[in-house]
């Protein structure tokens, strides 16, 4: 091993020109990145086929030039396939990159190691990308110091003060997908540090004030917010939903307000402990499928520089090309033995480190993948993460899809694993804005899919039920657009889906009429009730309980703007929608039976008297299964114990009004709790203000939803809240 003196000019204090050489020790190859003693830093690095390495050591995050430049002897600094150096009383915040060189012929052997590049370390703790420049860097003629650079963090000695994950049952979950920039970004949330994992603490009492349980964060892991297309670059866009990671171990630092310090970790640690402090979990959006290095003219961050060939997919026949099967350029190796190694450690450590309640996994069916590319049952990656004793209590939530056609959505390989069902999301926007005949899809998508998942044993709980999230139409925008409205994106309305099951009600966007205002109201009412009306878990985009609008864009990915935060005067705005949502989930929390852990079978059993569930149509235990013209469904959903109440719920998505029956429950009485036809605050009824009803049937209106409560005769009305 030789320490040599930068020959460059530092771009650093005078004080600081002649800073002492740090020495060095021979180091250790575990664990990976870099990690603080008391003695000093130990750095290591995978990089199976290099034949050089050099560690770069910056006084700052945003230094041009390095103070110290490592080179590391193969023979004394490399073990196995892993290069180790022991720096010395090396302080914490200092800056650090690598360069590596090695054999070339990328097409026949995928190599692509370049001295001129500067590298991230994949397992950095914390990273910066002040000197980024994403166009720089992708051009191969052009030697840049404009890397990204990771910083040495030293926050093995955070206060928890006794907090842990909350693993609270996926059936009593109810989550709401929020963006940590995008949620406190706007003026008028008013906080101290907006659009920071700080600013998300100070709106906490607005989430319990709402009642959701989980909070599930889109990507927080440190992203290049410059991956967009050139397009899009040049209207001044960057990449805002974070779907775009390089650095795994890293919070993002631009969610951070001291990122230079290499505080990312205690800040991120102060808002999980402050979610947790309220009974609110934390879930990660997680991205292992692609990284911002993008296909081959993308640039090179760090994977590329240490293990392109081992980190990604290529092709077998011309290396160079990389197979593509996420739609962002390149395809993550995730079951190659390194690869399979870092993403389980690295899902560990956040549980561990962060205490992080569960994950969602963005185009998970990438997971299953092999080293081939080709689809397998039983993928090491995937049920190494199911049988982890670290994850044995953690949510797992799979985007059981990618965008090369696999679809996993009823099959995605384990058990425990839930999964976003886009099929839920698709019938239930064709059924709320009127397309008949799916009135037994309807019945099934309700009651927890068990056409996916009963006959392998799986539960309620593995279908993740939605009909918004960060990608497509805002709840607002679902009953206001017929189509996207994505011209501001740069893409020429190429981009988004193009098939979004909306409806406008007769204009297109904005309206001055009161008449389609009312019905996109109720039309948003619906959506919501049906949603928290059905087994397995809801999941609740941030924004959708105020109606929130994206103006019709339904690929708001390169938004940084207002077109996506959150806008705090709708709270005032939209006060009656708020309420709705927020008294519908007090519903659901106060009804075990909407949260039931194994599948409804509609039969009686020794311990109930009656059905779990039955069945209606225009009349009573009649369902219109097979009814081509029918947009009207009811069922009576009976009480898990006797201290809860029978539910009976009509739906209405037609156009003409329907006089249901009302179910004949021996001792009980139906009571209106909902009907979101009624104008607030009689379109929900907390249970101390509801009337008792004595007819023998109930007009539901179209478009609508109702839902009546059974109060035993004899017992006393007390609100149960």
């Not at 020109?17 to 990145?33: L, N, V």
């Not at 039309?523 to 009306?533: D, F, G, R």
């Amino acid at each position: 091993m030789k320490s040599i003196e930068n020959t460059f000019k530092p771009a650093i204090p005078p004080k600081l020109s002649s800073m002492i050489q740090y020495s060095t020790q021979t180091g250790k190859r575990y664990p990976p990145g870099a990690s603080t003693t008391p003695g000093g830093v130990n750095f290591c690095i995978f990089c199976r086929h290099a034949a050089d390495v050099e560690l770069l050591l910056y006084e700052r995050c945003d230094s041009l030039k390095p103070f110290q430049i490592i080179i590391l002897d193969p023979d004394i600094n490399r073990t196995f396939f892993f290069w180790h150096v022991f720096v010395e009383n090396l302080p914490s915040e200092t800056a650090y990159t690598w360069r590596v060189g090695g054999p070339g012929d990328t097409r026949n052997t995928g190599f692509r190691f370049d001295k001129r590049r500067q590298l991230l370390d994949p397992w950095a703790r914390a990273v910066s990308d002040k000197l980024w420049d994403r166009n720089q860097a992708s051009d191969p003629n052009q030697e840049s110091p404009y890397s990204m650079r990771a910083i040495v963090a030293n926050d093995t000695d955070y206060n928890w003060e006794g907090d842990q994950p909350i693993n609270r049952s996926l059936e009593t979950s109810i989550i709401y997908e929020l963006h940590v920039g995008g949620f406190t970004r706007d003026k008028s949330a008013k906080v101290e540090y907006p659009g920071t994992f700080r600013g998300v603490i100070e709106k906490i009492p607005y989430l319990k004030q709402l009642g959701i349980t989980a909070v599930e964060l889109l990507p927080i892991m440190a992203f290049d917010e410059q991956d967009i297309p050139k397009g899009t670059q040049n209207l001044g866009l960057n990449n805002y939903w974070g779907y775009s990671t390089h650095s795994f171990y890293s919070p993002h630092p631009g969610y951070c307000i001291t990122p230079e310090k290499a505080t990312h970790g205690h800040e991120f640690r102060d808002m999980v402990k402050a979610l947790h402090n309220t009974g609110i979990g934390v879930i990660l959006d997680v991205v292992f499928n692609h990284t911002a290095e993008g296909g081959a003219d993308g640039p090179m961050i760090n994977f590329k520089g240490f293990g392109n060939q081992d980190f990604y997919h290529l092709d077998e026949k011309d290396r160079r090309i990389y197979k593509d099967f996420t739609g962002c350029g390149n395809t993550v190796n995730c079951n190659h033995p390194m690869m399979a190694a870092l993403i389980v450690e690295c899902l560990e450590y956040w549980v561990r480190e962060f205490h992080i309640d569960g994950f969602r996994f963005d185009l998970a069916s990438i997971f299953s993948r092999g080293e081939d590319g080709e689809p397998m049952h039983h993928a090491p990656v995937l049920w190494n993460i199911e049988f982890s004793d670290i994850l044995a209590h953690t949510k797992l939530i799979a985007e059981a899809w990618d965008a090369a056609g696999l679809y996993q959505v009823g099959n995605f390989p384990g058990f425990r694993w839930s999964e976003w069902n886009g099929c839920y999301r698709d019938v239930m926007r064709r059924f709320v804005r009127g397309d008949c005949g799916l009135i037994s899809e309807v019945a099934t998508r309700l009651s927890g899919s068990s056409d996916f998942y009963k006959a392998n044993g799986r539960l309620p709980i593995n279908s993740i039920n939605f009909v918004t999230c960060h990608d497509g139409f805002t709840l607002n925008d679902l009953v206001s657009y017929d189509h996207k409205h994505n011209e501001g994106n740069g893409e020429n309305n190429q981009d988004g889906s193009n098939e979004n099951y909306s409806h406008n009600y007769g204009h297109e966007g904005p309206t001055n009429s009161t008449e389609i205002e009312y019905l996109r109201r109720c039309q948003a009412k619906n959506v919501m009730a049906i949603l928290l009306l059905s087994q397995g878990v809801p999941m609740l985009l941030a924004g959708d309980e105020v109606l929130r609008s994206q103006g019709g864009n339904n690929n708001a990915y390169c938004q940084d703007n207002e077109v996506s935060w959150f806008d705090w005067r709708l709270l005032t705005k939209n006060q009656d929608m708020f309420r709705f949502v927020q008294q519908m989930i007090a519903l659901r929390k106060r009804h075990p039976n909407l949260m039931r852990q194994r599948f409804l079978t509609g039969e009686k059993n020794s311990q109930r008297p009656r059905a779990d569930i039955s069945w209606h149509g225009y009349a009573l235990n009649e369902p219109l299964w097979d009814d081509p013209d029918a947009c009207y469904l009811a069922f009576t959903l009976d009480a898990v114990s006797d201290s809860e109440e029978p539910l009976y719920v009509m739906i209405n998505m037609g156009e003409n009004p329907v006089e249901a029956p009302m179910p004949n429950l021996p001792n009980y009485s139906w009571y209106l709790a909902v009907d979101t036809s009624h104008q607030s605050p009689q379109d929900i009824i907390e249970p101390s203000q509801q009337t008792q009803l004595t007819q023998s049937h109930y007009v539901v209106t179209p478009h609508s939803v109702v839902v009546l409560e059974g109060w035993a005769d004899a017992v006393q009305r007390l609100t149960p809240l």
